[in-house]
């Protein structure tokens, strides 16, 4: 009923730049929260950056300057602008969006499907 859809990443060098786009669709009432999270091989999913629907972020410590969350609500999508890229930034990108929808009372999370994202030489 709901889909989040990733597009945006890819291989570049470090110290290079890539933007991450995610686009709701479907049954939607509004979306509150939206962000940005990674999973390295082997590591646990960790937060990358979120965002209210009035636009307050929060980021981690570890891309704080270096990336840009944002959103255009009338789009229903949210951007991670990644720049000073890091090998240590490698990782599968999810979005989640934190949402309503016109056929259920309630609150729900969903997620997108990931798209890769290889900082290297």
């Known amino acids: 009923q709901v889909q989040l859809v990733e597009s945006g990443g890819g291989l570049v060098q470090p110290g290079g730049s890539l933007r991450l786009s995610c686009a709701a669709s479907g049954r939607i009432s509004s979306i509150r929260a939206m962000g940005w999270y990674r999973q390295a091989p082997g590591k646990q999913r960790e937060l990358v950056a979120t965002i209210t629907g009035g636009g307050s972020t929060n980021y981690a410590d570890s891309v704080k300057g270096r990336f840009t969350i944002s959103r255009d609500n009338a789009k229903n999508t949210v951007y991670l602008q990644m720049n000073s890229l890091k090998p240590e930034d490698t990782a599968v990108y999810y979005c989640?969006?934190?949402?309503?929808?016109?056929?259920?009372?309630?609150?729900?999370?969903?997620w997108g499907q990931g798209t890769q994202v290889t900082v290297s030489s």
């Open positions: 989640n969006a934190d949402l309503t929808v016109t056929y259920a009372s309630g609150t729900y999370m969903y």
